[in-house]
Each structure stands twice: as C-alpha cells, then as structure tokens.
C-alpha cells in the first residue's frame, strides 16, 4: 500500500498533516513545542521534515540530510495545501543522499546515529567494531 501524506492550512492558520487520510502526524519529542510549517525556512518546516522522515525511515535521519532535505522538499511547499507519497519521500531522500555523497541517511555515514536528543547508537550501517 502506497502511504500518502497531505498536509493544509486551516481558516484559522493552524495546520494539519494526515497519514493515509486518517493517521494526524505529530512533530517527534525532539520538536513537540514547534507547529508544521511549510513553504519557507523554518523551525515548523524543519519539524514537519523530521516528522516525515522518521514516519518513513522508523528512526531520524542525520542533521545533514534533515536539513538538505527540508531545503528540497518542505521548505518548496509553497501552497495552502500538499500531497506527498512515500515514493515522492523515498526519491527525494535519494537525491539529498547523492548531494551529500552519502550511503547512510541516518548516521551520515559516521557509524553513529541519533535516537533521542541525548542518546547516540552505534549505526545498523555498520558493522560491530570490536572494543579496542
Ligand atoms: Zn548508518
């Protein structure tokens, strides 16, 4: 199943992003104080990026490809209302990647990788280093 993301303004300028019609998208608990924005350089533009890719990769991306990603996609949006499909998502992700030069979107391929604001895992990219 095709997984859709549509996102409006509402009359009181509030706005809304959905999952598949139904499912609302909340920003993650790294950005759970800022609103979805769109169509500019923003901290809501940013946070609906983040929102976006941990929906669609299941763990944050890297700072870099975050915030590239949100200069290509998010921060483009210029209309009250969008629709983005996984696919959409998934080549845009890869376009960030070839800009970067990089093979793993969620440690920047530096083998570590971001689960909550203060905890750093080892990235599934690459293989256990034995302890030195
Ligand atoms: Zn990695």
């Not at 139904?22 to 609103?35: E, K, S, Y």
């Not at 960030?96 to 979107?105: A, D, G, N, S």
């Not at 391929?109 to 750093?120: F, I, N, Q, S």
């Amino acid at each position: 199943m095709v997984r859709i993301y549509r996102g409006r303004r509402t009359d009181s300028g509030a706005t809304v992003v959905t999952v598949d019609g139904t499912r609302v998208l909340l920003p993650d608990a790294g950005a759970l104080a800022v609103r979805f924005d769109w169509g500019q350089a923003s901290a809501g533009s940013t946070a609906l990026a983040r929102a976006l890719l941990l929906d669609h990769l299941d763990a944050l991306p890297a700072r870099s490809v975050l915030h590239r990603f949100a200069f290509t996609t998010v921060q483009t949006w210029t209309e009250d209302r969008w629709t983005c499909t996984m696919f959409e998502l998934d080549a845009a992700l890869r376009h960030v990647q070839q800009q970067l030069r990089l093979t793993c979107p969620l440690c920047a391929d530096t083998g570590r990788r971001e689960v909550t604001a203060r905890l750093w895992r080892a990235c599934a990219c690459r293989p256990l280093q034995p302890e030195a």
